[in-house]
């Protein structure tokens, strides 16, 4: 009897060592579900990081309009070269001085701020406008006119240092009256882009153009102090 129940315990045990084995094997596929989940989910952040493209964009638009001849009206914006030092995105970078040495619109009066020595004090002040005469301006002098003007550094400083306020003066601001760098005022009238300057009533050739520390405002008349 003894015999009988040792081998139908023997039995039993081991069905039930097999049939734990059989359930161990059917959840050792359990885990490949869970890297299935895992992977899907860790592969969803790669897809929401698509829209961080659009700053981006909206950086290119920003550059864009920072684009210096944007800004700039007036008839003789067009004689301005288009790219190199002397163009508006060239000036933009130099101060106002260095600026204007490289547009060829304005030879005769940087021959004339660097007869004065006044090519490091433009170049160092910080936020001014400039009503910078344009080549055919001079043309009102006589060459000995001209020359005398150029030798005289008094007086020279005087003229050229009337042409320069204080602040960089968008068109919005740039109508009423502002004290020089001469110590005396300058009245400009108009509005929009139709300004006249000075009692001269110098017209404004090319506008609100920038540099590095100055706004300038090409002018077709030399502005002389009272």
Do not use: W
């Not at 760098?181 to 009692?199: I, K, P, Q």
Request: proline share 6%; net charge negative; with cysteine.
């Amino acid at each position: 009897m003894k015999r009988t129940t040792l081998h139908r315990t023997a039995g039993l045990a081991a069905l039930v060592l097999t049939a734990s084995l059989s359930l161990s094997a059917c959840g050792s596929d359990e885990p490949d579900a869970a890297d299935d989940t895992t992977t899907s989910e860790s592969s969803a952040p790669m897809d929401e990081e698509t829209p961080e493209e659009t700053p981006m964009e909206e950086e290119s638009d920003d550059m864009g309009d920072a684009d210096p001849a944007a800004q700039t009206f007036g008839p003789a914006c067009g004689e301005v070269p288009a790219d190199g030092a002397g163009s508006f995105v060239g000036m933009a970078t130099e101060p106002v001085a260095n600026a204007a040495s490289a547009n060829p619109l304005l030879s005769t009066l940087v021959a004339a701020v660097t007869a004065a020595d006044l090519v490091d004090t433009l170049n160092s002040a910080d936020g001014i406008t400039v009503f910078a005469p344009a080549n055919p301006a001079f043309d009102a002098f006589s060459k000995k006119q001209l020359n005398g003007l150029l030798k005289d550094k008094e007086t020279l400083t005087k003229v050229l240092t009337h042409h320069v306020v204080a602040g960089q003066l968008s068109p919005d601001d740039l109508a009423g009256e502002h004290e020089t760098l001469a110590g005396d005022m300058l009245t400009v009238e108009g509005e929009g882009e139709d300004f006249t300057v000075g009692t001269e009533g110098a017209a404004v050739l090319c506008g609100n153009v920038p540099t590095a520390n100055a706004t300038v405002y090409i002018i077709d008349t030399v502005l002389m102090p009272s």
